[in-house]
């Protein structure tokens, strides 16, 4: 009887109740687990240490890392299950828990990065990114696209190549301006530039295929109320696709850039787009900089 109100008085901080109810559902490293529950690791490693002296964790020594698993009987996960209701960061742990797992199985994630690293150093005649972004888009069907925060409107210029149409908004008049009056010069005539705020889109509800934000996301006062705006101008069957800063602790760029917000994590971005209403979330860190300041770029999508 002692070592069950041992193990209830462990499991009654919160704490301990998260990483157990991890534990049951995943082995687990202490930095995934920091990942997750975003706590420090001598915190986290306490907790281990206190769990597995009352038995109810393992750990699993790999090289110089040690996975952590559930050895709690089922009847104690039973009642932790019932208690986790009162935790409200049980449920957040879940998402989280899904997006750590997706990370250690992306093994072509990791190769990709470290081909794009290499990519352009040594010289193969017709080889640019310009061309292969060509290429993709040529793949593309054709569709309504709105390019949100579009800025001088390059993107918008070479999806207009494949687009039905491009709709690019911006809040500055003077990129609005350039942006139409190069699309003039160039003939391209699918291309519309409206003055517009990434919270107020000046575009009809339910008129577009594709809601574009590239590195723009992150100057909005609201980004949800941004996301929110996105939905509402999608046809049903609709996309979105954000590519934006991984969060990052450079300062400076809120005066170097005018950024609002120092980026946002996969799982921030990913709770943003299902909070807007999209489906089939997905988010990836797709390119890492090789030189300081370190800036990753996060893609996510949703289907409306």
Known sequence: ??????????????????????????????AELQEILSKGQSRISTHLAQLKQAGLVDDRRTGKNAF???????????????AAAEVPEAVEDRQALR??????????????????????R???????????????IRLMPPMIIADLG??????????????????????????VEFGGELAKKHGISNLEYRLGDLEDVPIRTGTVDLAFLSQALHHARHPERALGEAWRILKPGGRIAILDLNRHNFEEAREMYADL???????????????????????AVVYRETEAPYFETVLGTGDK
Request: net charge positive; hydrophobic share 45%.
């Open 1 to 30: 009887m002692a070592s069950i109100l041992k193990s209830l008085r462990l499991a009654a901080d919160p704490n301990r109740l998260r990483l157990l109810l991890l534990l049951e559902q995943e082995e687990l490293s202490v």
């Open 68 to 82: 952590y698993r559930l050895k709690a009987p089922a009847e104690l996960m039973e009642l932790l299950r019932k």
């Open 99 to 120: 997006l750590t797992l997706r990370k250690r199985q992306d093994k072509m994630r990791r190769y990709f990065d470290e081909l794009a690293g290499k990519f352009g």
């Open 122 to 136: 040594q010289y193969v005649p017709g080889r640019s990114w310009k061309g292969i972004a060509e290429a993709l």
């Open 150 to 175: 579009a800025g001088d409107g390059t993107i918008s210029q070479l999806m207009a190549e494949r687009a039905k149409r491009v709709i690019a908004i911006d809040n500055s008049e003077k990129m």
């Open 261 to 283: 917000w120092l980026g946002f994590t996969e799982l921030e971005m990913e709770r943003m787009i299902k909070g807007a209403g999209f489906k089939n979330a997905e988010t």
